[in-house]
């Protein structure tokens, strides 16, 4: 079978969040994030390490979700987004982690 080209893929945004103190494990936040109603089903945990997370949303949930991450929401802010991981990993001072 052949792979999914790029660009049939679907735009992307990749999203950095400050998460709470009281929030330690990932399956906690998991269960947060999937009780955002903004976040849509198709939002997936990439990272989370010392109290900074990173998420992956489709771009037509980014729009609607960005205004509501930047006031906060359950113990989740938004500090930085952009269309590379990377960069995001970048600006929130996190290697990329090992499975």
Known sequence: MAKVRKAARG???WVGLGVSEDIVKRGVLESIISDIECLGKE???YDFNNQKAIIRLPLSQYYIAR????????GLN?????GKIKLVRER???EKSKR
């Open 11 to 13: 735009k992307r945004r």
């Open 43 to 45: 939002c997936r945990l």
């Open 92 to 94: 929130l001072g996190l």
């Open 67 to 74: 205004p509501i991450l930047e006031e906060g929401i359950m």
């Open 78 to 82: 938004s500090i930085t987004s952009s």
